[in-house]
């Protein structure tokens, strides 16, 4: 895409995020790194070329927290606009449920990982997150 066409942004790139449910709650995690430092977000990760987006969320699951994905379902997907980092991303939403308890496998993406009622979401929320609560979605 010409950076033109986009605000002189790059992209749009395309993202997953795994929206893992567990007795009412969601698993959340506060984001270390570039884009979205200190800001809440679910686990997820860019798409690799040719890769299916619901392995995408799922090896993401695993890769960041050490859980095992058993079902993944296409939830909703989510614009978002980071210009500090110039670049634009599609994120398609799955819902996960998985097995395991959650392990802060990549320490330098994230803090840490907690469960939180969707009504009690902490603040500051990443993007796609906001995205989502713009749109009415709930797990």
């Not at 895409?1 to 698993?27: H, K």
């Not at 994905?69 to 939830?75: C, D, I, R, S």
């Not at 939403?93 to 320490?107: F, V």
């Amino acid at each position: 895409m010409d950076p033109g066409e986009n605000g002189g942004l790059r992209g749009p790139f395309v993202g997953t995020s795994a929206i893992v449910v567990r007795d009412g709650l969601v698993l959340m995690g506060r984001r270390r790194g570039a884009v979205g430092a200190g800001e809440w977000a679910f686990p997820g990760g860019a798409v690799d070329p040719g890769e299916d987006p619901a392995a995408t969320a799922a090896r993401e699951l695993l890769e960041e927290t050490g859980l095992i994905a058993t079902t993944v379902a296409p939830a909703v997907w989510t614009s978002a606009t980071f210009p500090d980092a110039g670049t634009h991303w599609i994120t398609l939403h799955h819902r996960i449920e998985a097995s395991g308890e959650p392990l802060r496998t990549e320490p330098d993406k994230v803090e840490g990982w907690t469960w939180v009622r969707w009504d009690a979401l902490p603040r500051p929320l990443f993007a796609p997150v906001v995205e989502l609560l713009a749109m009415g979605w709930a797990p």
